[in-house]
């Protein structure tokens, strides 16, 4: 009787008949995701005219110099194309997408699936620190498909997620399968853009180049993320801003075109399960509610402070300019503070008390940084003297010089950069500089000069 049963589960054919093994099996969910979603998911086209006479030539430059060389220091100009993907959130013509997909973009187009004409757009809105933009188009009285918002908050780790967008700029309406893998994910170096406030969903489900600001969506087809980087040194390795996070910021973008965040005015560092400040700038709001070095962050904002990256989370959502209550410990005392909290702005990213210069974050090669050992498994770092950037905070100095994660830096102003000994040597010598600063960048085995032009110090928090 057992082996019956278990050979009734099989389809049985007539002799020289094919087997149809999924006979009566209905069909499988994702059809009617994919269904759903992938006409509200658009090809994003930009273009940027690039000038061939400065430092930090692209391979598409250096093309460019050797077919055109009467060209080269004339001030010639070509469009350097890019792609990658975004989804239609309000059917009168707003579309999400990645800050670094139309970062410094001249011209942008969208184009829907299966169409051949492109809609021209506008940018609505940017935000660096998240890697999302918000782009209009006119759909001239057409209405446009669109998607809405889930929560993924509510998302477990091994619910099933679909990610849908355009990979390699022309496999338009692709759609993955995975599960999630994970939330909460922070301190990635992006290569690229490294965002500042990190949060991201960990996928399996395969997000490749091209992808960046397509929609992850749940088995319902509402959005729970949106894709944003992927990790090539490993396979089944992707990374989405979760929608709690993303829908906050297209609220600001759609209502005043820019998102307003608090300042403190002090770092804070993890410290053995605890979160203690670190150094408090003169005359921020940290000075002027009485914070000090060495305190430990109880709560803030009527929240319990659980880690660093949470209170920057806590810092940065909270209402600027109006009273917040900060419960703090002091040589073994609790202190009740009252903090009345700035706005961000990005001018203060670029120099931190923890020598972030520049806006740029950088370990020793051979400093056993987890961020070097995970960059070196995507770039060419050559030998093993020298200082990595393993981070850039965007809309900085050394971003807006074209340096990346996974660039070595090699000599500043002559001063060589052999570690971080080296580093801090030349910050001390040069901080207070506000002219352009020579700094010679090797990526890979190539090595450039690049300028950088620094600004007055802040802070990160």
């Not at 973009?105 to 184009?111: G, H, K, S």
């Not at 910021?249 to 804070?268: E, F, K, M, P, T």
Request: with cysteine; glycine share 14%.
């Amino acid at each position: 009787m057992a082996v019956g049963l278990v050979l009734s589960a099989f389809a049985v054919s007539a002799p020289g008949q094919p087997v149809d093994v999924n006979a009566g099996v209905a069909r499988s969910p994702f059809v009617a995701v994919g269904e759903a979603v992938r006409p509200a998911v658009v090809s994003v086209r930009i273009t940027r005219a690039i000038g061939t006479g400065g430092v930090d030539r692209t391979p598409l430059q250096e093309m460019y110099r050797q077919f055109f060389p009467d060209r080269e220091g004339q001030g010639g100009r070509f469009e350097n194309p890019g792609t990658g993907s975004g989804f239609v959130i309000d059917p009168r013509g707003e579309i999400l997408t990645n800050h670094h997909v139309v970062a410094g973009a001249d011209r942008i187009f969208v184009r829907f699936p299966g169409e051949s004409g492109e809609y021209a757009a506008e940018l609505a809105g940017s935000d660096p620190l998240t890697d999302l933009a918000l782009l209009r188009i006119d759909p001239g009285g057409r209405r446009l498909p669109y998607l809405s918002f889930g929560a993924s908050d509510e998302l477990a780790v091994g619910d099933w997620v679909v990610a849908v967008g355009n990979p390699f700029g022309n496999l338009e309406g692709s759609m993955t399968v995975g599960i999630l893998s994970a939330t909460g994910r922070g301190d990635l170096s992006i290569q690229g853009l490294t965002p500042r406030y990190q949060d991201f969903l960990q996928t399996d489900a395969s997000i490749n180049f091209g992808n960046s600001g397509g929609p992850l969506v749940d088995i319902h087809g509402r959005v729970v993320g949106v894709n944003t980087a992927v990790n090539t040194a490993g396979q089944g390795i992707g990374f989405a801003v979760p929608s709690r996070l993303a829908r906050s910021i297209y609220d600001q973008l759609a209502s005043r075109g820019r998102v307003i965040r608090g300042w403190l005015g002090a770092s804070a560092r993890d410290d053995g399960g605890r979160v203690v400040v670190g150094e408090v700038v003169p005359e921020s709001p940290a000075a002027a509610a009485g914070l000090q070095p060495g305190d430990r962050l109880l709560e803030f904002a009527g929240r319990a402070v659980e880690s660093q990256r949470q209170f920057q989370f806590l810092v940065a959502e909270s209402t600027v300019e109006k009273p917040l209550a900060c419960r703090v410990e002091r040589e073994g005392r609790r202190l009740d503070l009252t903090v009345t909290l700035g706005e961000l702005d990005l001018k203060r990213l670029d120099l931190t008390t923890t020598g972030n210069w520049l806006g740029l974050d950088v370990a020793e090669l051979a400093g056993g940084d987890p961020r070097v050992e995970r960059l070196r498994k995507i770039v060419d770092a050559g030998t093993a003297d020298g200082l990595m950037v393993v981070v850039v905070e965007p809309g900085s100095p050394g971003a807006e010089a074209g340096i990346r994660p996974g660039d070595v830096l090699v000599a500043i102003e002559d001063m060589d950069l052999a570690n971080l000994a080296a580093w801090k040597a030349a910050r001390d010598a040069l901080g207070g500089r506000r002219d352009s600063l020579n700094v010679l960048v090797r990526t890979g085995t190539s090595e450039r000069f690049v300028q950088v032009t620094p600004r007055d110090a802040g802070t990160l928090q």
